[in-house]
Nanobody, 123 residues
């Protein structure tokens, strides 16, 4: 599956952004999806996961209650709604996909990756 993230930009602390990730090349509805992020000088870290069902989600503690992951299988699109943003959310955000299995926070479990989109939160 090919993935392409978009929607990044510059936002003030406390503001909101919505990222999108369009998938092609495989049955999107069968692909488990996640968002990861990588800040300068840091390792890529897990942000959120969603299974084929929107009822199956998982979030990093740092974003729980502020970010919401969702998907629209009819549009082959994954979303990340980010609210109450903080300067520490600044990073390149990437979408990733895997076939089968449950929630996974390790980047090594994901076989499909798309180019990231830059998110910058100013204080």
């Amino acid at each position: 599956v090919q993935l392409q993230a978009s929607g990044g930009g510059l936002v003030q602390a406390g503001g909101s952004l919505r990222l999108s990730c369009i998938a092609s090349g495989r049955t999107f509805s069968a692909t488990r999806m996640a968002w990861f992020r990588q800040a300068p000088g840091k390792e890529r870290e897990f942000v959120a996961f969603i299974g084929w069902s929107a009822a199956n989600t998982d979030y990093a503690d740092s974003v729980k209650g502020r970010f919401t992951i969702s998907r629209d299988n009819a549009k082959n699109t994954l979303y990340l709604q980010m609210n109450s943003m903080k300067p520490e959310d600044t990073a390149v955000y990437s979408c990733a996909g895997k076939v089968g299995g449950g929630p996974a926070r390790s980047k090594s479990e994901y076989g499909f990756w798309g180019p990231g989109t830059q998110v910058t939160v100013s204080s």
